[in-house]
């Protein structure tokens, strides 16, 4: 009789699921969908911005990459004759388009292994020292946040042929130094020189914090084990430094790619146009009123820096283990 009652409350008793109770869906939930409206109204004014001072005038350049819109123009830009391709087929074909690309090209090659293997070695050294370590820190990044004008203003006078600072100290030891600024063969890495001292200070302080991530008993365990002090920094520290490195590696080919100041300033693009770069290039032809031509090729530069960038991450991003 017992057993009967029993089964019979059992039967009668509502079934339990084990699956947990579902909540309210997302859409019908007043709480996400405020925070949604708020999270859009804070965005909105940088959305505007956005659209307004970045987007905008990025897409109306490339389309001005493909007209034949000159400085006569402007007051009728509607007018303007639609062109294609053709402002792209001309740069190609064009001889000082080819040589600034070049002198950027070298300038690239040059100066982004030059700095990261300065700023490199000078954090792994800063990075086993105990003392002043802050102020050499600020001392190596000052040149990153002096004016770039100013710093190829100083530089300038140190390459003087006539009584500069780098020519007297080669006088002292009987070398006659040449004319750096006025020399074809030697404008152009004097520029990659100053360029490498005024950089590393940027990269020195992210590779001085990657380095800093890398466990110590790691190195401590390879030491014991006789791993050299060469063995330690090519077997553990380059690859688990590399997302650093490829971080600075992007950030400092951008920089080179767009070097336009120092040209400027120190060469105005001489002698013979052997500092000229594709940016300087591009500011002459917006001076000169070929809008079109000169939106070419600026964007031109942008697939340049968009190729280098893929490169670098096929070459120093996550590689599988397989």
């Not at 690859?239 to 040209?263: D, H, N, S």
């Amino acid at each position: 009789m017992t057993t009967t009652t029993v089964t019979r409350d059992a039967a009668s008793a509502p079934k339990r699921s084990g699956a947990p109770r579902r909540g309210p869906a997302r859409g019908t939930d007043p709480t996400r969908r405020q925070q949604a409206v708020a999270a859009w109204v804070l965005a909105l004014p940088f959305v505007v911005l956005f659209l307004a001072f970045t987007l905008g005038p990025v897409l109306a350049g490339l389309g001005m990459s493909f007209t034949d819109l000159k400085r006569v123009d402007i007051r009728n830009p509607f007018a303007v004759d639609i062109v294609g391709l053709d402002n792209y087929t001309k740069l190609i074909q064009d001889p000082l388009f080819r040589k600034v690309t070049l002198n950027t090209l070298l300038y690239l090659v040059l100066g982004v292994p030059l700095t990261m293997m300065v700023a490199l070695a000078i954090a792994v050294g800063l990075n086993r020292i105990t003392r002043l370590k802050g102020f050499f820190r600020v001392g190596y990044y000052l040149p990153v946040v002096t004016s770039i004008v100013a710093i190829s203003v100083v530089w300038k006078f140190l390459y003087r042929e006539n009584g500069g600072l780098l020519n007297s100290l080669l006088d002292l030891v009987g070398i006659d130094g040449p004319a750096w600024l006025d020399s074809t063969a030697l404008a152009l890495p004097s520029l990659v020189v100053m360029s490498v001292w005024r950089n590393f200070g940027a990269l020195m302080v992210i590779f001085l914090a990657g380095l800093q991530t890398i466990p110590q008993e790691v190195n401590e365990a390879a030491e014991v084990d006789g791993a050299t002090g060469w063995g330690r920094f090519r077997h553990i520290t380059l690859p688990m430094l590399r997302p650093t490195l490829l971080f600075g590696a992007v950030i400092t080919g951008i920089g080179y790619l767009q070097f336009f100041e120092e040209a400027v300033v120190m060469t105005k693009g001489g002698p013979l146009d052997s500092t000229r770069s594709v940016t300087f290039f591009t500011f002459d032809q917006f001076g000169y009123g070929n809008y079109g031509y000169a939106a070419a090729a600026s964007y031109l530069l942008f697939l340049a820096i968009v190729a280098l960038t893929y490169l670098q991450f096929r070459w120093l991003g996550e590689r599988d283990s397989k």
